[in-house]
């Protein structure tokens, strides 16, 4: 089932955070101001360790991974249930909330979904909204050029792992300065979360889900620190970060590590990234799942279906072609020609229509 919003304006959001922040034109054109990284000052372009950082990956991954072991030597049914369904909750804060309703718009939420998922993006303990949507949009921005700050043009280790233990270099700091954040900053329930996130998190990320299991069903206390935090900070983390740095295991390009591409033999390769960096604008992208299906697909259309979203923005399989068709005709980015193709057919439907094409 395909949906269309009333009115074009939410492929006209997709279109303005395509200009301001995707890569796709970019690596079309081959016209990154940045592509040219040696014209750069090196000391702008050092990224140094951060201790910090680093100590808390250590712990992160330490003290999770013994959440493994408790979790199958003391530890309720319960308790695992119930990690798993505050994981989930965290998954669905990033991909249904930083990723596609404030990094790239590609639907409107109501303030009762908004305030859902803002709390649910804290439970992945991944920082304000408002940094992970800056980091995000240029990421796609600076997407396979050196200023990306999850190292796009290297490798998985490099995207997953090295690029979250290390401060920014100094020009990847300025860039993100220069990003454009005034719808967020328009939006109170995702400013508020900035300014009192480390309240929310300490109570809704840390303190209540150790408590719940030693006040509500008598659990240990390993069972409660070690698997309702550490081992579901660990799974729910890496999730997240992979927002970032999956183009590596679902990517097409020849070019990566071989030893990436061997995670095939354990997940499915849908290529769902090469999409996303195309039409970033699609709240169809499948992360989990194939385009159309995927459960950050299902669950926005649930949302919408409960009226808690709508304007979802998305494009047809015609469409597609004939963007695709104009971009062989005219020579012109591919990028462009879809966007334009997007917004072409979205300005066929009268407003108040919902086309379903199966
Ligand atoms: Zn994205």
């Keep these: 089932m395909w949906e269309f919003s009333d009115d074009v304006t939410a492929l006209e959001?997709?279109?303005?955070?395509?200009?301001?922040?995707?890569n796709g034109v970019n690596q079309e054109k081959n016209v990154n101001p940045s592509a040219d990284a040696?014209?750069?000052?090196?000391?702008?372009?050092?990224?140094?360790?951060?201790?910090?950082?680093?100590?808390?990956?250590?712990?992160?991954?330490?003290?999770?991974?013994?959440?493994?072991?408790?979790?199958?030597?003391?530890?309720?049914?319960?308790?695992?249930?119930?990690?798993?369904?505050?994981?989930?909750?965290?998954?669905?804060?990033?991909?249904?909330?930083?990723?596609?309703?404030?990094?790239?718009?590609?639907?409107?939420?109501?303030?009762?979904?908004?305030?859902?998922?803002?709390?649910c993006q804290t439970m992945a303990g991944q920082g304000s909204i408002y940094e992970w949507v800056r980091q995000h949009r240029l990421h796609h921005k600076a997407f396979k050029t050196p200023?990306?700050?999850?190292?796009?043009?290297?490798?998985l280790l490099h995207s997953q792992v090295l690029a979250q233990i290390r401060t920014l270099s100094p020009k990847q700091q300025k860039l993100l300065d220069e990003i454009d954040m005034s719808d967020i900053e328009d939006d109170k329930i995702v400013m508020f979360q900035k300014k009192f996130y480390w309240i929310l998190y300490l109570v809704f990320f840390v303190l209540l889900p150790i408590n719940a299991p030693l006040e509500y069903w008598d659990d240990t206390v390993q069972a409660a620190l070690f698997v309702a935090f550490s081992l579901r900070y660990m799974i729910v983390?890496?999730?997240?970060?992979?927002?970032?740095?999956?183009?590596?295991?679902?990517g097409l390009d020849k070019n990566f590590k071989q030893s990436d591409s061997n995670l095939i033999f354990v997940i499915t390769?849908?290529?769902?990234?090469?999409?996303?960096?195309?039409?970033?604008?699609?709240?169809?992208?499948?992360?989990?799942?194939?385009?159309?299906?995927?459960?950050?697909?299902?669950?926005?259309?649930?949302?919408?279906?409960?009226?808690?979203?709508?304007d979802l923005s998305t494009i047809s399989t015609d469409a597609v072609k004939t963007g695709l068709t104009m971009a062989v005709d005219s020579g012109r980015?591919?990028?462009?020609?879809?966007?334009?193709?997007?917004?072409?057919?979205?300005?066929?439907?009268?407003?108040v229509c919902r086309a379903y094409n199966k």
């Design 269 to 310: 390769k849908t290529y769902w990234p090469q999409y996303h960096y195309l039409m970033p604008w699609d709240y169809q992208t499948g992360e989990f799942g194939n385009y159309g299906e995927g459960l950050t697909t299902i669950l926005i259309r649930v949302f919408a279906a409960l009226e808690l979203a709508s």
């Design 237 to 250: 983390i890496n999730v997240a970060w992979m927002v970032n740095s999956a183009h590596f295991v679902w």
């Design 147 to 155: 200023d990306d700050p999850f190292y796009s043009d290297k490798d």
């Design 38 to 119: 040696t014209k750069d000052n090196p000391k702008d372009l050092k990224r140094e360790a951060s201790w910090p950082a680093v100590l808390f990956y250590i712990h992160l991954n330490i003290l999770g991974i013994y959440g493994v072991v408790v979790l199958f030597t003391h530890t309720t049914l319960v308790t695992a249930l119930f990690t798993t369904l505050l994981t989930f909750f965290g998954i669905i804060g990033v991909t249904c909330g930083s990723h596609r309703l404030w990094a790239h718009r590609t639907y409107v939420a109501t303030p009762a979904l908004r305030i859902f998922l803002m709390l």
């Design 13 to 22: 959001r997709g279109r303005e955070m395509t200009e301001h922040s995707e």
């Design 333 to 351: 980015p591919v990028v462009e020609c879809l966007r334009e193709a997007g917004i072409a057919e979205m300005e066929k439907y009268p407003k």
